[in-house]
Structure formats: structure tokens, C-alpha cells
């Protein structure tokens, strides 16, 4: 039994399914878009159990032995040809009017394909993907300049601590209003924890309600708005809006370390974290709608 917030859960709290026990968390599910998220994950879960898992183990832990199958079948033919010209007593000078010879003709042709086709899967492995090494501070921030109730403080953590079990998440930045409110994981080294504001990819993903991927970071122009409070290395980020008043910027040190799956579910934790925050009242300098926008449009200005 898993518990949260005062509310009891009997499957893991990053388990979408396990919402559906408790009336507090049933409010959002009937959205649009976290049904489609839902639905998505149900599809990808059902598609993962029709995968059979004894022959797929047995390939992944033979890949080698798997991709050079074919080359020992080509070698097989070749010494086989071989054999049976010898020890049958044909004369070894080829007679295109001989069915003998025409069959080891083909049977030579089929051997070198086996063989071509052997060194082929033996060159072309799969490249493992390894995390990059990140330079920063682990921090577990919470902006001590407004009062936030303990559930949401609560709700902030579990959205890290899901993330952290299901994807390759390093960082979580959750912005509102034009502030940051929580930081989590790495955070760039000598960064003052709680001036991270929207930049421009940021306001645009509150602005269409769409998140984005940045599966490869250091191939966007706008890499330099997250690696302000981000490790510079980091890899990859998704932003994905929290309504239209606040983002949470999700980092990892994996290239293309999210899956879609990975997507779906940081969608639907930020659509849980915008029915959690448009309770609760932010004051101070920076908060309100215009905030996170002129927050943007000035760090833009001061770029040009």
C-alpha cells in the first residue's frame, strides 16, 4: 500500500491506474488531454506484454552469437561444397552441361550471401547510448520567499521522485507565474537557486499548450535559456507547460534519453501539478500571467 498526501494507493504512485482510487486525483483524469495520455500509456503497456519475453531474452543476451549465425552458415556451405567435390570423385574443372556443377554454382552464390550478409550484422551494432557525466550540485530547493502548504511541497517531490523511478530525468525545474518555485536534482554550478525565469521556448510552450522535446540540446539555438540553471552538459530537455501560467523543464543526461512513453507521462504529472497550483495564491515580485512573458521578453532584449 502506497500512500501520498493523506490518500492511499495500492499500486506505485507513478502508475497512472493507481489515481483512479482516490477522488482527489479524479478531477483532471476526465481531461482531454490526460485521457489521450492515458490512453496512450494503456496501448504501449498492452503492446509490451504481446512482446515474448523468453526469445527476446534469449537474443539480447546473444546479439554476437545471433548476428554471426549467417557467417558460420556461409562458411558451413562453402566447406560443404568443398567436401562433396572431393569426395564424390567429379572432376574439379566446372562443366556447364553438368547439373552437379550448376548446383555448386548456386550453391556457392547462396553460401557468399550468407557470408556477406554475416559481416554485415557483425559491423553494423547498435551503438549503446551512455549518460554523459554532468558537472553541478545536487539540490532539492523549494523558494523559501513564499509560503507554499505542505501538500504542494508534497506534490512537488513525488512529481521528482516519479520521474527519478520512470525515465532518466536529472533535473525538474517547476516554474510559475514567472518564478521558480522548486528545483530539483542537478543545478549548474555557482547558479543562485530561485532566479531561473521562462525564456522564450518556455513562454511559447505555455502559449500553444504544447510541450517540447529537445531529444539532442546542443543542436537548438535555444539550448542557452536552460543551461543557465541546467549543467551545461546536459543532454536533453522537454518543457511542458503547466497550464498556461507555468512550465516544467525536465532534464536529462541521456541523448534522445526520453521515450515518448517518458513524454506522456511528464504531460500528464504537469497537468496533476497545474490542478495543484491553481489553488494556491503566489505573491511576491514577479508572480501574475504578465509575469513570466515580460520575464522572457527582457531576457531576450538583454541578449540583443
Known amino acids: 500500500m502506497h500512500s501520498f498526501v493523506g490518500h492511499q494507493y495500492s499500486a506505485p504512485l507513478w502508475q497512472p491506474q493507481s489515481w483512479q482510487q482516490c477522488s482527489y486525483c479524479t478531477r483532471f483524469i476526465g481531461r482531454p488531454s490526460v485521457s489521450r495520455h492515458l490512453q496512450f500509456q494503456a496501448r504501449a503497456a498492452a503492446d509490451q506484454e504481446q512482446v515474448p519475453d523468453a526469445s527476446y531474452d534469449f537474443v539480447a543476451r546473444n546479439q554476437n552469437l545471433v548476428r554471426s ?6 562458411t558451413l556451405g562453402f566447406v560443404s561444397l568443398l567436401a562433396n567435390r572431393t569426395l564424390s570423385g567429379i572432376a574439379p574443372i566446372v562443366d556447364a552441361g553438368s547439373s552437379q556443377s550448376r548446383a555448386d554454382v548456386l550453391g556457392i552464390l547462396l553460401s557468399a550471401v550468407l557470408l556477406l550478409t554475416g559481416l554485415q550484422w557483425l559491423a553494423l551494432k547498435s551503438k549503446q547510448i551512455e549518460p554523459v557525466p554532468l558537472e553541478g550540485v545536487q539540490v532539492n530547493y523549494i523558494n523559501p520567499d513564499f509560503k507554499l502548504p505542505k501538500a504542494v511541497v508534497q506534490e512537488m517531490q513525488w512529481v521528482w521522485q516519479s520521474l527519478q523511478a520512470t525515465s532518466r530525468a536529472t533535473s525538474l525545474v ?15 554550478p555557482g547558479h543562485q537557486l530561485g532566479t531561473a525565469v521562462p525564456g522564450e521556448v518556455s513562454v511559447k510552450a505555455m502559449e500553444s499548450g504544447q510541450g517540447n522535446y529537445m531529444p539532442n540540446l ?5 539550448r542557452k535559456e536552460f543551461v543557465q540553471y ?3 552538459a546536459t543532454q536533453g530537455i522537454i518543457a511542458q507547460p503547466i497550464g498556461s501560467s507555468g512550465v516544467l523543464v525536465t532534464g536529462t543526461d541521456t541523448l534522445r534519453g ?3 512513453l517518458d513524454q506522456a507521462w511528464i504531460a500528464i504529472v504537469a497537468d496533476k501539478l497545474e490542478v495543484t497550483l491553481e489553488k494556491v495564491v503566489l505573491t511576491g515580485t514577479g508572480f501574475g500571467k504578465a509575469g513570466s512573458k515580460a520575464a522572457a521578453s527582457s531576457k531576450v532584449k538583454g541578449k540583443a
Not at 174 to 188: I, K, S
Open 69 to 74: 549465425l549467417p557467417l558460420w552458415a556461409g
Open 230 to 232: 541546467l549543467p551545461e
Open 218 to 222: 546542443v543542436l537548438y539555438p535555444g
Open 258 to 260: 526520453f521515450s515518448r
Open 174 to 188: 517547476v516554474m510559475y507565474q514567472g518564478r521558480t518555485v522548486f528545483h530539483a536534482g542537478m543545478a549548474r
